[in-house]
């Protein structure tokens, strides 16, 4: 019989059942010399009746599938999180709902109403308070529940996106709890002698021995057990008490002054626990909810350890949301089987022939059961109350008090038959499910690595650009780097021309990934260098099929800016146009050659732009216009001509000209000779356009001759002069021409 304040036990599970009663043997003799060793000694002392550890173990783990799956909720589900949460929820909104409720509700009232005497404010104030607290309540069942939900959610945020995170995220969360849970019991069942042995157990002396060991052997014999576990001993002459472990039963030295049925009722009730691995039951719940036990033991040390209303109090402050967890969601649904156990258990005795001395120590122990009216007592309570076990003892006595005849108790329907590890039909169920996952894992782990991983989308994205193919390059950048790339068509047709010139023999160095980011270090050639640079990249959080999470470069297309005002502006051969203060253009990796206008008196030698992923920005263009070939010569025959064309001209001053005669005469008569025409200097202005002006040192000479009037008549005059040139050539309707200053 275990102590109320003893960890649970949970159902038992089923064993076969020895045909004969056998002596059983003693664990001493079992673990000696010639004994089992390696992991089988770890396991020495087990109960008998399976057939081996595995299936021990499996029917310990998969018998109280409530505890488990309370364990389960409660700590992988962040309830007490949800729980805190939910709380300050409900008081900010509870609050916010007395408020809003109190004020607001009144203001539906109609005007006429609400000014009416008595009616009106009569009516104002049973809306203001009702309001108030019917917002209360709305506020409050509204705020836990917001909370509260957020918290449970919040793991699942990528499941809106990606629905095969929901099944994926769950499955791992119950392989997780699962892994963790085997783990704890295993650990729990291998240092168990570790374990009882700091608490406080100790082996049995040579008197304890003689009056305890022979006591066991029989219930044992009387149970059909062909072994018995270790029997360890605590030094608490107050409590009578016994409780059955994994592999030992430990009693108290208070049970030594018991009579032998009492004593063996005690103990025939544990040898039930033990042979069917309560424990091992209780130690995978426990290992379930491992992070949650964890927790909870924190503010369960301090009000044991420091027993002080204050303390209770400051502990229950801090540690509410993971006790009340505890409380009211974990033991409910673990001590429904715990319960049921101890019924087992009971019946064990009454097997064992021992149903008197288990009666003996109930009725005695009536005075240590408190209240059941609470939750702690009537749901919680991990034994039954003492008088329902009192009435389930009498009815699996032979002769019932009402004269019923009750079905005999058996070692068979007792423990059970635990069967094998798993029948041929399971096993092979699971094996096609485990080839099939191992499969499809491996499909899918095949088509992630050959299609979405970092390296793959650097591939496809300079393999688009080999292809020419701007859209598809495009597709493989982020939507933020997309949208920065402005007119997709344009940038499509720098692309596609024929003079864009693509990276070429691009090698993959390396990638290196952190998390959701990566960096692609690449080598490629463009305009016959190797360049070396660096991509970064990011993971999508959308999924394609659901599955698979593409990767996107961050690195959009590179800024190139263009002057503006040019006619004829080209990039790879296609006209761009630009407004007069210039433009941007976003190019994508690659060489580019940006040309302008081109006339008979300017050409704009074209440029070559290579764009570096990775790159800021491309800079400014600069488009420098020269000469074109005759150029000069064309413009020195325009200038000329308008000489001649002056020269032509019989008047002292020809209009537009650079020359001129004036002595203060009327002239009569003049003609002009150009004796040696000026050089000139050709400064652009633009690709169709340029000033013309003669230096200092080149001037040209004319003579001028003629006859002028004067106050003793016609007199001959020839005048030799310098002149220079200036004024602008344009061209106009493919042609030079010239036109001097001020006109």
């Not at 020495?44 to 310990?60: C, D, E, F, I």
């Not at 949208?483 to 024929?498: F, K, N, Q, Y």
């Amino acid at each position: 019989m275990r102590d109320p304040d003893a960890d649970p036990h949970v159902r038992p599970a089923a064993a076969d059942t020895p045909a004969a009663p056998v002596t059983p043997a003693d664990p001493a003799s079992v673990t000696g010399g010639g004994g089992p060793s390696g992991l089988a000694q770890r396991f020495a002392a087990r109960p008998p009746g399976y057939p081996s550890v595995l299936v021990w173990l499996r029917a310990g783990v998969l018998r109280d599938w409530r505890g488990v799956l309370g364990a389960f909720l409660a700590t992988w589900f962040y309830v007490p999180a949800a729980l805190l949460l939910g709380v300050w929820g409900a008081i900010a909104f509870g609050v916010a709902g007395i408020v809003n409720g109190g004020l607001r509700l009144g203001e539906v009232l109609p005007e006429p109403v609400r000014d009416a005497p008595l009616v009106g404010a009569l009516l104002d104030a049973f809306l203001a308070r009702s309001g108030g607290v019917l917002g209360s309540f709305v506020g409050v069942a509204f705020g836990f529940l917001a909370g509260f939900l957020v918290v449970l959610a919040l793991p699942w945020r990528d499941a809106f996106d990606e629905p095969a995170n929901l099944f994926t995220g769950l499955a791992g969360m119950v392989g997780a709890a699962v892994l963790i849970g085997v783990l704890y019991t295993l650990y729990r069942i291998m240092w168990e002698p570790r374990l009882l042995a700091i608490s406080g157990a100790r082996r049995l002396s040579r008197r304890e021995a003689e009056r305890l060991q022979p006591v066991l052997h029989d219930c044992a014999r009387a149970l059909g057990l062909p072994t018995v576990p270790r029997l360890l001993i605590e030094d608490d002459p107050v409590l009578t008490n016994a409780r059955a472990y994994a592999r030992h039963v430990v009693v108290t030295t208070g049970l030594l002054d018991e009579p032998d049925e009492n004593v063996a009722a005690l103990l025939s009730h544990e040898l039930v626990h033990w042979r069917t691995g309560d424990e091992v039951t209780s130690a995978f719940v426990r290992g379930v909810a491992l992070p949650l036990v964890l927790l909870h033991a924190v503010p369960t040390w301090l009000m044991r350890t420091f027993p002080h209303p204050a303390t209770n109090f400051v502990v229950f402050v801090f540690f509410w949301p993971v006790l009340l967890t505890m409380k009211y969601v974990v033991l409910p649904l673990h001590s429904r089987d715990v319960r049921a156990a101890e019924y087992r258990a009971d019946a064990g005795a009454v097997l064992a022939g021992h149903a008197q001395g288990l009666r003996d120590m109930l009725e005695r122990r009536k005075s240590f059961e408190s209240g059941r009216s609470g939750w702690d007592e009537a749901v919680c309570a991990t034994h039954p109350a003492s008088e329902l076990r009192l009435d389930r003892l009498e009815a699996l006595t032979p002769a019932a008090a009402d004269g019923v005849v009750a079905a005999p108790v058996t070692a068979e329907g007792l423990f059970g038959r635990p069967g094998a590890v798993a029948s041929p039909r399971a096993m092979l169920v699971a094996g096609a499910l485990a080839l099939a996952c191992a499969f499809g894992g491996t499909l899918l782990g095949v088509t992630q690595w050959a299609l979405f991983r970092p390296a793959q989308a650097v591939d496809g994205y300079f393999s688009a650009l080999a292809d020419h193919d701007a859209r598809a390059a495009l597709a493989l950048v982020t939507p933020d780097a997309r949208s920065a790339t402005g007119d997709v068509d344009r940038l499509a047709a720098l692309v596609e021309a024929e003079g864009y010139q693509p990276p070429d023999d691009v090698d993959v160095l390396s990638v290196d990934r952190d998390g959701d980011e990566a960096t692609a270090k690449v080598e490629f050639t463009l305009a016959g260098q190797r360049v070396p640079a660096e991509l970064s990249l990011r993971r999508e959080e959308s999924a394609t099929l659901g599955l698979f999470h593409e990767w996107r470069l961050t690195g959009g297309p590179v800024a190139l800016g263009v002057p503006g005002g040019q006619a004829g502006l080209t990039v790879n051969g296609v006209p761009v146009e630009t407004p007069p203060e210039g433009d941007t253009l976003a190019l994508l990796p690659g060489v580019y050659t940006v040309g302008g206008q081109s006339t008979v008196l300017a050409e704009t030698p074209t440029q070559a732009v290579a764009i570096v992923p990775g790159m800021d920005s491309a800079g400014q263009v600069r488009l420098e216009p020269v000469l074109a070939s005759g150029a000069r010569e064309a413009a020195e025959a325009e200038v000329r001509r308008h000489l001649d064309d002056c020269a032509a001209q019989k008047v002292a001053a020809p209009e537009g000209c650079p020359f001129r005669y004036y002595n203060g005469s009327t002239v009569k008569k003049i003609a002009w000779k150009i004796t040696e025409y000026p050089r000139i200097a050709v400064e652009l202005t633009g690709p169709a356009t340029a000033r013309v002006s003669t230096p200092y040192d080149a001037q040209g000479s004319v003579l001028a001759t003629g006859t002028t009037d004067g106050y003793f008549g016609a007199s001959p005059f020839s005048d030799d002069d310098s002149f220079g040139v200036e004024g602008v050539l344009s061209v106009v309707d493919g042609k030079i021409t010239f036109v001097p200053n001020g006109e």
